[in-house]
């Protein structure tokens, strides 16, 4: 006999194993997100049920309409949730229920395991299955896949693995069609059998859900318990802001407050219903690069895909829905693709999140500012990508400058120095470590406003020709400065601005003894206390992107451009000192190498070096 037809007891894959034993061993307060993510999966295989239906009319030809039952049974100590949907064959089970597929996980546990409270965590992740074993000390799953005769049950204690067995006869004619997940609960779970707590909870998390939910106690009949509407198809005069916020922890199986929401009904060449929410806090996955957005896609109230591209990379942290009416029931996913009509929906739905966030940014700086902090270094990758939209990106971003402040461009140009014609930045790693930079110094003299790009997307969006109210941004690190026409703050930074030094003389030196470790040897103009610093030159990537690249495996770095103050006393002492110019031109450049967050070439050598200019005395403290 094949093993498709005997039971039989297989391991959890490790991930799950890991996960169990956080939900076995739970100290999250939010336990009542088991039955949310219970009732959001069973509407999920409604949902699958009536696409899969389009095509297939007999999977539903029973005429029963779709449902999910809660069951609560105090003698037994058990609580029952049960749907009708499309239900689970044998392979299906094991592969649902025994492994986690998506990508992350490893992430995903770690965060978990740090996370004083997980529940939003096990909700944005879509695992929401195995939340029932913070109250259940057993669980059974028997399922009937639709359109199939076979039933199948899966029980786990939440230990070493579940056991996958055909169905009892009694039970199979129970489950006609769809799931029934029976939980078996813990001693300190048994609150949950009582009906004004279930009801409590699908009214907090599931009111929404669009099929009805119906609890069926020990005496009586069966009751529906949740409103059982789609909320973006009610008008928003209907509706008060405490609805929008159940309607987003449920479709985003979420627990803050949504920071912004969007309802709207589009109408004209073609009519369609939006919901959308950004949240208040940063998904722990944003990143990930296999992420995608979080927007269903349904057609006249038919769930079709949660994976239709409706938004931008831009925006994946965008969560919602659109309900369209024109679209046809029996589209394929795979035809989603290429839709011209999905692609109209896609641009409008688009402009209008952004309109919406340019809103924010003027009427609601504070609550924009929350949206920012968490998603900012997302929006960015906008910049890079979309080129209709950049330069509505480029507004809405706020940047760190050095007045201590994060601003907007508007601000930034709003107060450019006299003869100021460009926009100055620099990229980096961090806001402490770009303070210090020594490309600041002839900017910081002059009162110059700098902005500084931390996130690691700033490399990519800078490296674009841009420009803003007609002002060009400028890399601090990159091709020539030229501060000419802009007067100094104070006449003691004056004083630095006469050389010190032979120009050519010393340049021709020191070229000669880097020869090929930098393509350039030439006078700064951004340093005026520092003796040298690295740049890049006018064309090409910045250093800080040929870096990233390069770590890649993604192109080599060109050799930099060897910066030099003339006004420096280590500059000036080349001149000078023809036996020691050898080591001093070297340590110019290793030195400019460290401020720059590298290693010397030879790191032993450069100590070695140092060492023997302090004790010749041409190097001199305090």
């Excluded at 064959?89 to 025994?98: A, K, S, T, V, Y």
């Excluded at 461009?409 to 990229?427: G, S």
């Excluded at 080599?556 to 280590?570: C, D, F, G, S, Y």
Aim: hydrophobic share 40%; aromatic share 6%.
């Amino acid at each position: 006999m094949t093993t498709d037809t005997v039971a039989e007891h297989k391991p959890f894959q490790a991930e799950v194993a890991e996960l169990l034993h956080l939900m076995v061993h739970s100290v999250y307060s939010e336990t009542d997100i088991f039955l949310r993510e219970l009732i959001s999966n069973a509407s999920d295989a409604l949902d699958k049920l009536r696409y899969e239906a389009i095509a297939a009319p007999e999977l539903t030809a029973d005429g029963e309409p779709p449902k999910v039952r809660i069951v609560p049974d105090k003698k037994a100590g058990t609580l029952s949730v049960i749907d009708n949907g499309i239900g689970m064959d044998r392979q299906e089970l094991i592969d649902n229920l025994g492994t986690i597929a998506r990508s992350g996980t490893k992430s995903f546990l770690a965060r978990l395991t740090e996370a004083k409270d997980g529940a939003g965590l096990i909700g944005q992740f879509g695992v929401g299955f195995y939340a029932a074993f913070m109250v259940a000390d057993r669980i059974t799953v028997t399922s009937r896949r639709a359109g199939t005769s076979e039933v199948w049950t899966w029980s786990s204690s939440g230990g070493n693995g579940f056991d996958i067995a055909p169905a009892a006869d009694e039970v199979s004619k129970r489950v006609a069609r769809g799931t029934e997940i029976v939980l078996h609960l813990k001693d300190d779970a048994k609150k949950y059998l009582e009906p004004y707590e279930i009801e409590r909870i699908v009214g907090a998390y599931s009111d929404n859900i669009q099929f009805p939910i119906e609890l069926k106690p020990e005496e009586g009949e069966p009751r529906q318990i949740n409103s059982a509407s789609a909320l973006w198809q009610r008008p928003k005069s209907e509706l008060k802001p405490e609805d929008y916020t159940q309607a987003y922890r449920s479709i985003a199986g979420a627990f803050d407050e949504p920071a912004m929401t969007l309802h709207y009904r589009a109408e004209g060449r073609q009519s369609y219903a939006v919901l959308l929410f950004a949240p208040s806090t940063k998904p722990f996955d944003l990143f990930e690069a296999t992420r995608k957005g979080h927007v269903k896609l349904y057609v006249r109230r038919v769930f079709i895909d949660d994976d239709a591209d409706l938004l931008p990379g831009y925006l994946r942290f965008i969560r919602g829905v659109v309900d369209s009416e024109d679209l046809p029931l029996n589209i394929s996913r795979e035809m989603l693709q290429n839709n011209p009509q999905l692609a109209q929906i896609r641009k409008a739905v688009t402009s209008r999140v952004i309109g919406e966030m340019e809103n924010l940014a003027e009427k609601e700086p504070e609550t924009f500012s929350r949206i920012w902090d968490a998603f900012g270094s997302v929006i960015k990758e906008g910049i890079w990508e979309d080129f209709e939209r950049r330069e509505k990106l480029l507004a809405l971003s706020r940047f760190a400058t050095t007045s201590g402040e994060e601003r907007s461009l508007a601000q930034y140009v709003e107060t450019l120095k006299p003869n100021q014609t460009e926009i100055y930045y620099l990229v980096g790693d961090s806001v402490e470590r770009l303070k210090s930079n020594p490309k600041l110094e002839s900017a910081t003299a002059r009162g110059i406003e700098v902005l500084l790009l931390t996130d690691p997307v700033d490399a990519f969006w800078t490296s674009a020709p841009l420009d803003f109210g007609g002002k060009p941004l400028k890399s601090l690190s990159q091709g020539d400065v030229d501060f000419g026409l802009i007067p100094l703050i104070d006449d003691k930074a004056a004083d630095t601005e006469k050389p010190a030094a032979d120009e050519a003389a010393i340049i021709a030196v020191i070229k000669d003894v880097l020869g090929e470790r930098v393509s350039d040897v030439r006078a700064s103009q951004r340093l005026t206390t520092s003796a040298s610093c690295l740049v890049a030159g006018g064309a090409g990537r910045d250093r800080v992107l040929e870096k990233m690249l390069a770590q890649q495996s993604r192109g080599a770095v060109t050799k930099p451009i060897l910066e030099i103050n003339m006004r420096h006393p280590l500059v000036a002492a080349i001149a000078g000192q023809k036996d020691a110019a050898r080591d001093l031109s070297l340590l110019l450049l290793e030195q400019a190498q460290i401020l720059d967050g590298e290693l010397p070439e030879d790191p032993a050598a450069f100590a070695n070096r140092l060492n023997d200019l302090v004790l010749r005395g041409l190097v001199k403290t305090g």
